[in-house]
């Protein structure tokens, strides 16, 4: 199945199944605007859980905060996000529709390595088991043609990037032939800088009222509660507040689904540093965090690194970590090394002294600082098209069946009575009443056990239990697992330790140790 027919299988699958609705539903929708429903919020929460947990429990020198979306105005001007928080846009005059101009480079640069997949493919094909795809890809002249092509528009870019030249990159635009994907014209608008912070005013009177902005990272929050958080809890360098919450960015383009949305959630980490042992941290924290990643069990050959052309204003060294989504290699959470930049802003612009005295050195300095900045919701996406599959089954039949990680999934256990009489309901219900203090469970009695088995596969819950006549008189009950759906019989009183662990956050965090 092409892969973008899976994507807008997983779209669909998402509503019916409520995890992600668009907002505001009835009114058609408002664009890339998306509400989590009732198993969609479970999941959602889980990510939530095992980011924190693995932060604030599985760090000593870690510490959690909570801060207001209001901040003070000033604080944007100070971080440099009132002048710079730009994206370059672009209009195509005849579909009337408007584009990140980097985000048009991006495609066409990506376009480059399919072209070079394609040709090391077809020779892999071509050649069976004497394929040395390692000298094919040094010595291929049109392997070699491509990958200069590429590195010449990768290097024109970077350029125009640094040097904030929107004339140049509209004319990269135009040499790389680039066209409108609607109108299929390159009848391109100049390309201008757009803010994508929102504004909105505080105080209720025209003369009182002040333009104050949604947050467009969680970040800020942090820097400036760095001093409260600092002597209150008597943190030594060096040390990290994590912080999650809601953000919000006029995004330029909004595509693919919750990907890119204009409000969405952060989970951040500022670790401060003595300066000059950032770049260490730096490489510390990239590790630590694909570790995170990669105990979800999708595969290490499902992500990479990538390190950026262009770095923020703040920063001194940055790498994403890209995940394999259905359209491509994609950023799910950004590693950077942001300086003193924001800390010495801080000072400088509220005045106040920001320095930490550090008893070892014996010096005071303003902390240098490394940020680890994931999106829920994208790294939601990416839970969900990993875990979706479609599979055929013995005897012709298929099944949906969401393999999500049964730490993250939304309802651990199905208990399904057989039928809806005997007596078995009221044995589902005293053995749902005992195991939903400890995990998730959902009763279900309605339609044929197979249909709900379907159901339960269909939003990923790893166990189902069914409660038939001779449980009335063995306290025996039939597990199923989701993956293998293999069934065994199990006494009703070891379920929860059969159940509890695997299901549980812990059975990730334990993988990071
Ligand atoms: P992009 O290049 O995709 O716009 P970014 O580099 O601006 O992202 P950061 O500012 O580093 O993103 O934000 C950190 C994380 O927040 C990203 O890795 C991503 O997971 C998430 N994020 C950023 N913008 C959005 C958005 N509009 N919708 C959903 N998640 C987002």
């Given at each position: 199945?092409?892969?973008?027919?899976?994507?807008?299988?997983?779209?669909?699958?998402?509503?019916?199944?409520?995890f992600?609705?668009?907002?505001?539903?009835?009114?058609?929708?408002?664009?890339?605007?998306?509400?989590?429903?009732?198993?969609?919020?479970?999941?959602?929460?889980?990510i939530?859980?095992?980011?924190?947990?693995?932060?604030?429990?599985?760090?000593?020198?870690?510490?959690?905060i909570?801060?207001?979306?209001f901040?003070?105005?000033?604080i944007?001007?100070?971080?440099?996000?009132?002048?710079?928080?730009n994206?370059?846009?672009?209009d195509?005059r005849?579909?009337?529709k408007?584009?990140?101009?980097?985000?048009?480079?991006e495609?066409?640069?990506?376009?480059?390595?399919?072209?070079?997949?394609?040709?090391?493919?077809?020779a892999?094909?071509r050649?069976?088991?004497?394929?040395?795809?390692?000298l094919?890809r040094q010595?291929?002249p049109r392997?070699?043609?491509?990958?200069?092509?590429r590195?010449?528009?990768?290097?024109?870019?970077e350029?125009?990037?640094n040097?904030?030249?929107?004339?140049?990159?509209?004319?990269?635009i135009?040499?790389?032939?680039?066209?409108?994907?609607?109108?299929?014209?390159?009848?391109?608008?100049?390309?201008r800088?757009?803010?994508l912070?929102?504004?909105?005013?505080?105080?209720?009177t025209?003369?009182g009222?002040?333009?104050?902005y949604l947050?467009?990272?969680t970040?800020?929050?942090?820097?400036?509660?760095?001093?409260?958080?600092?002597?209150?809890?008597?943190?030594?360098?060096?040390?990290?507040?994590?912080?999650i919450?809601?953000a919000?960015?006029?995004?330029?383009?909004?595509?693919?689904?919750?990907?890119r949305?204009?409000?969405?959630?952060?989970?951040?980490?500022q670790?401060?540093?003595?300066?000059?042992t950032?770049?260490?941290?730096?490489?510390?924290w990239?590790?630590?965090r694909?570790?995170w990643?990669?105990?979800?069990?999708?595969?290490?050959?499902?992500?990479?690194?990538?390190?950026?052309?262009?770095?923020?204003?703040?920063?001194?060294?940055?790498?994403?970590?890209?995940?394999?989504?259905?359209?491509?290699?994609k950023?799910?959470?950004g590693?950077?090394?942001?300086t003193?930049?924001?800390?010495?802003?801080?000072?400088?612009?509220?005045?106040?002294?920001?320095?930490?005295f550090?008893?070892?050195a014996?010096?005071?300095?303003t902390?240098?600082?490394i940020?680890t900045s994931?999106?829920?919701?994208?790294?939601?996406?990416?839970?969900?098209?990993?875990?979706?599959?479609?599979?055929?089954?013995?005897?012709?039949?298929t099944?949906?069946?969401?393999?999500?990680?049964a730490?993250?999934a939304?309802?651990?256990?199905?208990?399904?009575?057989?039928?809806?009489?005997d007596?078995?309901?009221e044995?589902?219900?005293e053995?749902?009443?005992?195991?939903?203090?400890?995990?998730?469970?959902?009763?279900?009695?309605?339609d044929?056990?197979?249909?709900?088995?379907?159901?339960?596969?269909?939003i990923?819950?790893p166990?189902?239990?069914?409660?038939d006549?001779?449980?009335?008189?063995?306290?025996?009950?039939?597990?199923?697992?989701?993956?293998?759906?293999?069934q065994?019989?199990?006494?009703?009183g070891?379920?929860?330790?059969?159940i509890?662990?695997?299901?549980?956050?812990?059975s990730?965090?334990?993988?990071?140790?």
């Amino acid at each position: 199945m092409a892969q973008e027919d899976t994507f807008k299988k997983i779209v669909s699958h998402c509503k019916e199944y409520g995890f992600v609705f668009p907002s505001s539903d009835i009114y058609d929708g408002l664009a890339a605007v998306y509400d989590y429903g009732q198993n969609g919020v479970e999941l959602k929460n889980n990510i939530k859980q095992y980011w924190w947990q693995s932060m604030v429990l599985l760090h000593e020198n870690i510490v959690g905060i909570d801060s207001a979306i209001f901040m003070h105005p000033t604080i944007w001007k100070a971080s440099g996000h009132v002048d710079a928080f730009n994206d370059p846009l672009i209009d195509n005059r005849d579909s009337k529709k408007r584009y990140r101009a980097d985000v048009l480079i991006e495609d066409q640069l990506a376009k480059y390595d399919e072209k070079i997949e394609k040709e090391v493919a077809k020779a892999k094909k071509r050649f069976g088991e004497s394929f040395d795809e390692a000298l094919f890809r040094q010595t291929n002249p049109r392997v070699l043609e491509h990958a200069q092509e590429r590195d010449a528009l990768h290097a024109r870019f970077e350029k125009a990037l640094n040097d904030n030249d929107l004339a140049e990159i509209k004319q990269i635009i135009l040499d790389e032939e680039i066209v409108c994907p609607i109108s299929g014209t390159r009848n391109w608008t100049d390309v201008r800088q757009f803010n994508l912070m929102f504004k909105t005013e505080m105080g209720s009177t025209a003369e009182g009222a002040s333009t104050i902005y949604l947050r467009p990272e969680t970040a800020q929050g942090i820097f400036v509660n760095y001093l409260n958080v600092q002597k209150t809890g008597r943190m030594k360098v060096p040390f990290g507040i994590a912080q999650i919450g809601k953000a919000f960015r006029n995004e330029i383009v909004a595509r693919q689904f919750i990907f890119r949305m204009r409000e969405f959630e952060q989970m951040e980490m500022q670790f401060f540093v003595r300066p000059g042992t950032e770049l260490d941290w730096f490489k510390k924290w990239k590790e630590t965090r694909m570790a995170w990643h990669q105990a979800l069990g999708f595969g290490a050959e499902n992500y990479r690194f990538h390190d950026h052309e262009k770095l923020a204003h703040y920063a001194n060294a940055a790498s994403d970590v890209e995940f394999r989504m259905p359209f491509g290699f994609k950023e799910v959470e950004g590693i950077h090394s942001r300086t003193n930049f924001d800390l010495s802003q801080h000072e400088k612009y509220s005045g106040r002294s920001i320095k930490y005295f550090d008893p070892e050195a014996n010096e005071s300095y303003t902390p240098y600082v490394i940020e680890t900045s994931i999106g829920v919701d994208r790294m939601f996406l990416s839970v969900m098209c990993h875990s979706y599959q479609e599979e055929q089954l013995e005897g012709g039949d298929t099944r949906v069946v969401l393999r999500l990680p049964a730490a993250l999934a939304p309802v651990k256990l199905a208990v399904l009575p057989l039928v809806k009489k005997d007596g078995l309901p009221e044995k589902a219900r005293e053995i749902m009443d005992d195991l939903k203090f400890h995990f998730n469970c959902k009763y279900e009695e309605k339609d044929t056990i197979g249909k709900r088995y379907r159901r339960m596969d269909a939003i990923g819950t790893p166990y189902c239990i069914t409660v038939d006549h001779e449980t009335l008189t063995d306290n025996c009950v039939t597990l199923r697992d989701r993956d293998t759906m293999e069934q065994q019989r199990v006494p009703v009183g070891q379920l929860r330790s059969l159940i509890e662990d695997k299901v549980s956050i812990t059975s990730l965090l334990k993988k990071l140790q």
